[in-house]
């Protein structure tokens, strides 16, 4: 594929400086990019990079100066990158039907243009809507519902009585209704409680690789509209998330934890059971979450509190030593004058 610069700031916007019809033939990261690439930059600590890379046009936000490149200047270079990327994108095919393999038990309703891959097996009354691709060796179980478009990866497990919506992506080795972790103590031993709920996916959800979802004990366990969850997160039973929250890898979210909208959970947070994150609260990595947090709030450390108190506290562990050092000499000091004394 090939594209002038005048035709790519048609799809994106921005304002073009130098040669609009620079002929682009490819995509690449800025210290990689070559003639005929088109790159971003959006990070000031790749700026060695501006002046060296051999693209042949940049992306760039207003307050960028040029690097004698043609630029598209543009608020999010990034946003504006990745839409010309699409561009480039080989989308792969899927051939449509049933592969002969595949194993669909009774009752099952497909929609238009379904494409269920080698050795898939779809329980009985499971439907699956238009459009939608189930890659091999996954498995669904009964009374599921997969919505429009959905594309489900290899070795994906989607337990009974799970719903997806539209456009929902789950990636390899993800378990979506596994039983919570319900278990009572009794007579020195402990007896599961049996976990009858469901599990909701909303639209445009994407899920990555082996991520845990737990059915509710009772009711739902909700991930809400827009979200996106990395690669190795665990969602424990009737945990409800909100809509367009970010949830970075090896984040653990016990029972009940009620979650906003356009909430940003970095790596391997954790949050107890039973708690309330409000809409567009923030927590740090390698926090872990004792108390409810408040709409708005970022939020870091062990326990979790106020960013900025955080960063008052670890800067005064940092000076302990020092500290320890001249309490240690004015104890001397002290000891000298009361023996004088």
């Given at each position: 594929?090939?594209?002038?610069?005048?035709?790519?700031?048609?799809?994106?916007?921005?304002?073009?400086?130098?040669?609009?019809?620079?002929?682009?033939?490819?995509?690449?990261?800025?210290?990689?990019?070559?003639?005929?690439?088109?790159?971003?930059?959006?990070?000031?600590?790749?700026?060695?990079?501006?002046?060296?890379?051999?693209?042949?046009?940049?992306?760039?936000?207003?307050?960028?100066?040029?690097?004698?490149?043609?630029?598209?200047?543009?608020?999010?270079?990034?946003?504006?990158?990745?839409?010309?990327?699409?561009?480039?994108?080989?989308?792969?095919?899927?051939?449509?039907?049933?592969?002969?393999?595949?194993?669909?038990?009774?009752?099952?309703?497909?929609?238009?243009?379904?494409?269920?891959?080698?050795?898939?097996?779809?329980?009985?009354?499971?439907?699956?809507?238009?459009?939608?691709?189930?890659?091999?060796?996954?498995?669904?179980?009964?009374?599921?519902?997969?919505?429009?478009?959905?594309?489900?990866?290899?070795?994906?497990?989607?337990?009974?009585?799970?719903?997806?919506?539209?456009?929902?992506?789950?990636?390899?080795?993800?378990?979506?209704?596994?039983?919570?972790?319900?278990?009572?103590g009794e007579n020195g031993t402990y007896r599961k409680i049996p976990q009858i709920g469901k599990v909701i996916i909303g639209n445009n959800v994407q899920i990555g690789a082996n991520v845990a979802i737990d059915r509710a004990t009772f009711g739902?366990?909700?991930?809400?509209?827009?979200?996106?969850?990395?690669?190795?997160?665990?969602?424990?039973?009737?945990?409800?998330?909100?809509?367009?929250?970010?949830?970075?890898?090896?984040?653990?979210?016990?029972?009940?934890?009620?979650?906003?909208?356009?909430?940003?959970?970095?790596?391997?947070?954790?949050?107890?059971?039973?708690?309330?994150?409000?809409?567009?609260?923030?927590?740090?990595?390698?926090?872990?979450?004792?108390?409810?947090?408040?709409?708005?709030?970022?939020?870091?450390?062990?326990?979790?509190?106020?960013?900025?108190?955080?960063?008052r506290i670890k800067a005064s562990v940092a000076r302990l030593p020092s500290l320890y050092k001249k309490v240690k000499e004015l104890?001397?000091?002290?000891?000298?004058?009361?023996?004088?004394?």
């Open positions: 594929m090939r594209k002038t610069l005048k035709e790519l700031t048609a799809i994106v916007g921005g304002e073009i400086v130098g040669d609009p019809l620079v002929l682009i033939k490819g995509v690449a990261p800025l210290e990689e990019a070559k003639e005929g690439d088109i790159t971003f930059f959006a990070n000031s600590k790749l700026s060695q990079f501006l002046h060296k890379t051999r693209a042949s046009a940049v992306i760039v936000d207003s307050k960028t100066p040029g690097n004698g490149k043609p630029l598209i200047r543009i608020d999010n270079p990034y946003a504006a990158f990745s839409k010309i990327m699409e561009l480039w994108v080989q989308n792969k095919t899927y051939c449509l039907g049933i592969h002969p393999t595949a194993v669909l038990g009774e009752n099952v309703k497909l929609g238009e243009n379904v494409s269920i891959g080698a050795y898939a097996v779809i329980d009985d009354r499971v439907e699956i809507g238009d459009g939608t691709i189930i890659r091999p060796h996954t498995c669904i179980g009964e009374n599921s519902k997969i919505g429009k478009n959905c594309h489900i990866f290899p070795q994906v497990t989607i337990a009974e009585k799970v719903e997806l919506a539209d456009n929902v992506v789950i990636h390899s080795g993800t378990v979506i209704g596994s039983d919570g972790f319900g278990f009572i739902k366990t909700w991930i809400k509209d827009g979200t996106k969850i990395d690669n190795l997160v665990q969602i424990a039973h009737n945990v409800e998330i909100g809509k367009n929250c970010i949830i970075v890898g090896q984040v653990g979210i016990c029972g009940s934890v009620k979650i906003g909208d356009g909430v940003i959970l970095a790596g391997q947070v954790g949050i107890v059971d039973h708690l309330s994150i409000g809409d567009g609260a923030k927590v740090a990595a390698k926090s872990v979450v004792t108390k409810s947090v408040a709409a708005g709030k970022f939020v870091s450390g062990y326990p979790a509190r106020d960013h900025n108190e955080e960063r104890s001397k000091k002290l000891e000298k004058y009361e023996r004088k004394s």
